[in-house]
Nanobody, 124 residues
Framework: QVQLVESGGGLVQAGGSLGLSCAAS????????MGWFRQAPGKEREFVAG????????VYADSVKGRFTISKEVAKNTLYLQMTSLKPEDTAVYYC?????????????????WGQGTLVTVSS
């Protein structure tokens, strides 16, 4: 399995920006799909964005499209999520996930490796 460590969460005001990072180790990143999920209090974990490591194809949830950008830095085996125009409803624990698959999956069931999560709080 891939080991994933997130960083970069914190408190930000509505309308602000925040960046998350996820460092991957323990497995070759070839043929990996990586993604970001989030879980708000009292809600189920939901897909936010995903990227294919080899082809760089990206997929976004409608709720974050145009505001969030997922990217990767191959040399550092690191995944990023740049979040702008943040809203209070973006408040959640954000998780990095990875799986050896061909295409980005939208369900948490499609990812075998998970980070510990990082809290993002957006104040109104």
């Amino acid at each position: 399995q891939v080991q994933l460590v997130e960083s970069g969460g914190g408190l930000v005001q509505a309308g602000g920006s925040l960046g998350l990072s996820c460092a991957a180790s323990g497995w070759a990143v070839y043929n990996l799909v990586m993604g970001w999920f989030r879980q708000a209090p009292g809600k189920e974990r939901e897909f936010v964005a995903g990227i294919g490591w080899n082809d760089g194809r990206t997929v976004y949830a409608d709720s974050v499209k145009g505001r969030f950008t997922i990217s990767k830095e191959v040399a550092k085996n690191t995944l990023y999520l740049q979040m702008t125009s943040l809203k209070p409803e973006d408040t959640a624990v954000y998780y990095c996930a990875a799986d050896r698959r061909i295409s980005v999956g939208l369900s948490e069931l499609e990812y075998a490796s998970w980070g510990q999560g990082t809290l993002v709080t957006v104040s109104s």
